[in-house]
């Protein structure tokens, strides 16, 4: 049960403060933010209730290759992480690859894959990403008639290599290690704020 914050005037506080900051080691030369929209701003919570659900955020990562995708929070990290090892293309196409597939309108659909393709896909692209032969060819055959799913081949390739590869190694890393064991350490602790009063970060 959460007490009142005049009880207890800075545990929770300095606990989540201690966690964002943790989590920005990962984030401090990224440019996810700038790169994807809303993908690498942090989840910012305003209570007790919401810092909790961020910690499970964090150990969430570890669960499964999903969970840290389906994170704002842990694409982000992840993001600055590949970074640090030269490797983020990856992710970044299978994030193009998710917004490419919201397109409706049938002309945007058909100019963004091939801005798509050109960026990531095509010999010598700028950010080429690892693809054998015949996905790349595949692909390329699926812009002659775009549809939603014409880099889905590619986009799984992506994904696989993400799983099997780098995504173990996020999860060694000194910076994630500790993290999470600083997320698993406010998990468990009983929360010392009102629900109701807000963070000042």
């Known amino acids: 049960m959460c007490r009142t914050l005049s009880a207890f005037p800075t545990t929770c506080l300095e ?3 201690e966690l964002k900051t943790r989590l920005g080691i990962f984030l401090h ?3 996810l933010g700038s790169e994807t929209g809303n993908a690498g701003k942090l989840e910012r919570g305003s209570n ?3 810092e909790r659900n961020f910690s499970e955020d964090v150990l969430g990562w570890r669960e499964s ?3 840290l995708l389906n994170s704002k929070n842990g694409v982000a990290a992840f993001h600055a992480f590949l ?3 030269f490797s983020q293309e990856n992710l970044e196409f299978w994030l193009a690859c998710e917004e490419f597939k919201k397109i409706r309108s049938a002309a945007k659909l058909a100019s963004r894959a091939q801005r798509v393709f050109e960026e990531f896909i095509r ?3 700028p950010k080429e990403v690892n693809l054998d032969h015949e996905t790349r060819e595949l692909t390329r055959r699926n812009l002659q008639a775009v549809t939603v799913t014409c880099f889905d081949a590619a986009q799984g390739k992506a994904r696989t290599l993400m799983e099997k590869d780098s995504y173990p190694r996020f999860l060694k890393s000194a910076a994630y290690q500790d993290l999470a064991a600083q997320a698993s350490s406010a998990s468990a602790s009983p929360c010392s704020c009102s629900l109701a009063e807000p963070f000042h970060t």
């Open 29 to 31: 030369k990224s440019e």
């Open 83 to 85: 970074k640090t090892e």
């Open 15 to 17: 606990r989540a403060k």
């Open 65 to 67: 290759f999903d969970l």
């Open 48 to 50: 007790c209730t919401k």
């Open 123 to 125: 010999s010598e692209a």
